[in-house]
């Protein structure tokens, strides 16, 4: 179940996160808890959703989605000089009506495409989250709407190996280690899916779903909030970090949001 608190600044919101990785003892002393994951979203009321439940689309068969994206990979490579593994669709989509969670999801088939997509627009199943909290307040007070802010704290296991129903929707964290777009790097990203199997078929699911099943020792989130006010004094230390839009995309128009907010703002 997610637990918000409402932080009035962010010294203590800092003051939480670290009292939360205090709680995760060393792996020595027995269980697993995995490291805290970060996404920082510009307005409170928004929901934690992928671009893809995002873009409101009917499509929940995760074959489809591969279907898809295969069409989408002929186009970008006609177009770019980028280049990716062939996508057997068939085959994929056969794999992906076996419940066998080992190999159809924690080796999801073109994942590194699949982060690619996700940097650059395309709609995805994948929610991204940093393991860097101040990368994540970076994304929340960018361009904030609203008078709060939210940062969302995820943690997937909490000491002790995580329980799934075939009924029910899993999420699978899916890990940083992979060749993928620069933006991947820089900002410390990794993804999770949600994913559940209906109907002899592996489908999209939603994460809220899952946190709303409320399972003890996996799965743990927080949402905190604090005032968009604090913004310029977070930037501020952002920048002792190396933290801004263009260390984060490397691209023309971050640099020139980069020298906006030095130089006029």
Not at 181 to 203: L, S, V
Not at 219 to 240: G, Y
Not at 257 to 264: K, P, S
Request: charged share 25%; aromatic share 14%.
């Amino acid at each position: 179940m997610e637990r918000q608190i409402d932080f009035q600044c962010w010294k203590d919101l800092e003051e939480k996160v670290r009292s939360l990785e205090e709680e995760s003892p060393e792996p020595e002393q027995g269980g697993h808890f995995s490291q805290l994951l970060f996404r920082g979203q510009a307005s409170h009321n928004w929901a934690l959703e992928t671009t893809l439940d995002r873009a409101k689309t009917t499509l929940t068969d995760l074959a489809d989605y591969y279907r898809l994206s295969a069409l989408a990979k002929t186009r970008i490579e006609t177009f770019t000089s980028h280049s990716w593994q062939d996508i057997d669709y068939m085959a994929i989509a056969k794999l992906l009506t076996n419940y066998d969670p080992v190999h159809t999801i924690y080796s999801l088939p073109h994942y590194d495409f699949f982060t690619y997509l996700r940097h650059h627009g395309f709609p995805s199943p994948l929610l991204d989250w940093s393991r860097s909290l101040y990368i994540a307040a970076f994304f929340a007070i960018q361009k904030p709407i609203g008078d709060r802010v939210a940062i969302f704290v995820y943690q997937e296991y909490a000491g002790s190996g995580k329980y799934n129903s075939s009924k029910d929707p899993q999420i699978h964290g899916l890990g940083p280690n992979i060749k993928s777009d620069p933006r991947h790097f820089d900002q410390q990203a990794e993804y999770t899916i949600c994913i559940k199997f209906d109907d002899g078929r592996w489908c999209i699911g939603k994460h809220t779903d899952v946190f709303l099943l409320d399972r003890k020792g996996q799965d743990r989130l927080w949402k905190f909030t604090f005032p968009s006010s604090e913004a310029a004094k977070i930037m501020k230390q952002l920048k002792h970090y190396n933290i801004s839009a263009y260390s984060l995309f490397h691209s023309e128009d971050a640099l020139l949001q980069d020298l906006a907010g030095e130089l006029i703002y």
